[in-house]
């Protein structure tokens, strides 16, 4: 009979905790903890409506390994899956080995003042996780996550060899706002101010932030879309594991309202990560605009459209070249009937509950610190087809 701690209770923590709740079987008990206790229980509410389940809620501050560590020692979970925020990565990683506790997140560690999107922090954690026993699955969201999956399984099925990689994620829908982030607006803004980053032939290619672009025509009348060349987190690891790659690159679509204001917030000084003297008060400007910005959970309602992610791959095949384009849509409207959220949530939260799962039922299950793609996909996309994230392969000429 399996618990699940979740920490955070944000866009995609809300979809994590209703799709375990509709999984009883899976999730015998569910405990959300966060830093404000109204956020777990609304979502708490939610739940008891749309499926009549009770889950318990905690408050708790994920900064202060003790705090957790007296969490999990209450509650005693089998996993503890963090939906809180990157800056927590650590200190729940710590509370994990400090009472024997998987570990599950959907983002990569980054110190508060510096924007740096790099594994390394975490794959320190390595030894003292295999020699607990004990099991950190990093990035079990849609990318990182699903692209990781969708990578391992066409290395899989389709390639003897990958040699080009080109992650494409393309958010089609419209909330109707004038300005707004699609999850925790400080982790977005921060990164894509960031400089672009791509691999090729063995090392990384530094581009100026948003400074190239490709058009890209998205099947099932999502059409063209301008997409921009981001540094993204699963590049580091799927370039280490991926065999004969050659280039790897990220891609998302943004709309020109949407850069304008984010030029405009850059330019005079909003979105500056370190703190400003304002009347005697120490500010971080990108944290006083996240406060002024739409919460990426009130969005839902507002959200029209489709998301459209996916790993365009091309490479070798018994000794002939291939190209794939394997991808999920995901409706924002229908994402919004199922859990109250919107479809970037939901992509997000959907793969986390996935990966809980198959570490609760032990198919993905081994001691250490790893990535997505170093396990076998079938079972993940399998249960991505069951759970409200189907996907398509299409054969490229
Ligand atoms: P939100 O800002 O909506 O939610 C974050 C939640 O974490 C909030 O409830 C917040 O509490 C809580 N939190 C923050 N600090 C602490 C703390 N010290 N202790 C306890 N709780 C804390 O973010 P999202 O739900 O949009 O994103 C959640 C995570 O998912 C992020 O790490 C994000 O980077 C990741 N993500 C991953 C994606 C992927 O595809 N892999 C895509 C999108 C997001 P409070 O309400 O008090 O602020």
């Given at each position: 009979m399996a618990k699940v701690l979740i920490i955070g209770a944000g866009g995609v923590a809300g979809v994590t905790a209703h799709k375990c709740a509709f999984l009883a079987e899976s999730f015998a008990e569910i405990v959300l903890a966060s830093r404000t206790l109204a956020k777990c229980r609304a979502i708490a509410r939610?739940?008891?409506?749309?499926?009549?389940?009770?889950?318990?809620?905690?408050?708790?501050?994920?900064?202060?390994?003790?705090?957790?560590?007296?969490?999990?020692?209450?509650?005693?979970?089998?996993?503890?899956?963090?939906?809180?925020?990157?800056?927590?990565?650590?200190?729940?990683?710590?509370?994990?080995?400090?009472?024997?506790?998987?570990?599950?997140?959907?983002?990569?560690?980054?110190?508060?003042?510096?924007?740096?999107?790099?594994?390394?922090?975490?794959?320190a954690y390595r030894e003292r996780f295999e020699k607990a026993g004990l099991m950190a699955l990093l990035g079990s969201g849609f990318d990182p996550g699903v692209t990781n999956v969708f990578c391992a399984w066409a290395q899989k099925h389709h390639f003897d060899e990958i040699h080009q990689l080109d992650i494409i994620d393309c958010n089609?829908?419209?909330?109707?706002?004038?300005?707004?982030?699609?999850?925790?607006?400080?982790?977005?803004?921060r990164e894509i101010t960031q400089r672009g980053r791509y691999w090729e032939h063995g090392e990384w290619v530094e581009t100026d932030p948003l400074s190239w672009s490709m058009n890209y025509d998205f099947p099932e009348g999502i059409g063209a879309k301008k997409c921009y060349l981001m540094y993204h987190e699963e590049l580091e690891s799927l370039v280490l594991h991926l065999k004969g790659l050659k280039r790897a690159r990220f891609w998302m679509t943004f709309g020109e309202q949407y850069l304008t204001h984010l030029r405009v917030l850059?330019?005079?000084?909003?979105?500056r990560i370190d703190p400003v003297d304002f009347n005697g008060q120490q500010i971080v400007p990108i944290q006083f605009l996240k406060k002024v910005l739409p919460e990426p959970a009130s969005l839902g309602p507002l959200t029209k459209g489709r998301t459209c992610i996916g790993c365009l791959l091309k490479g070798v095949k018994d000794g002939r070249a291939k190209t794939i384009f394997v991808y999920n849509i995901c409706?924002?409207?229908?994402?919004?009937?199922?859990?109250?959220?919107?479809?970037?949530?939901?992509?997000?939260?959907?793969?986390?509950?996935?990966?809980?799962?198959?570490?609760?039922?032990?198919?993905?299950?081994?001691?250490?610190?790893?990535?997505?793609?170093?396990?076998?996909?079938?079972p993940f996309m399998d249960e991505l087809n069951r759970h409200g994230l189907p996907w398509t392969v299409l054969q490229l000429p």
């Open positions: 939610s739940i008891k409506e749309r499926c009549g389940r009770d889950i318990e809620v905690r408050q708790v501050d994920a900064d202060r390994v003790e705090e957790t560590v007296a969490l999990i020692e209450e509650v005693r979970p089998d996993l503890l899956v963090n939906l809180a925020l990157p800056y927590q990565d650590l200190a729940l990683m710590e509370a994990c080995l400090a009472t024997g506790v998987d570990y599950l997140d959907t983002a990569n560690y980054e110190p508060p003042d510096v924007a740096k999107f790099e594994y390394k922090w975490q794959w089609a829908g419209d909330h109707g706002q004038h300005f707004a982030t699609n999850f925790n607006p400080e982790i977005n803004i850059e330019n005079v000084g909003m979105t409706s924002h409207e229908e994402s919004y009937r199922e859990v109250g959220s919107q479809a970037i949530s939901y992509t997000t939260g959907v793969p986390a509950m996935i990966g809980a799962k198959l570490m609760l039922e032990k198919k993905w299950r081994k001691a250490g610190v790893w990535h997505m793609e170093q396990f076998d996909p079938d």
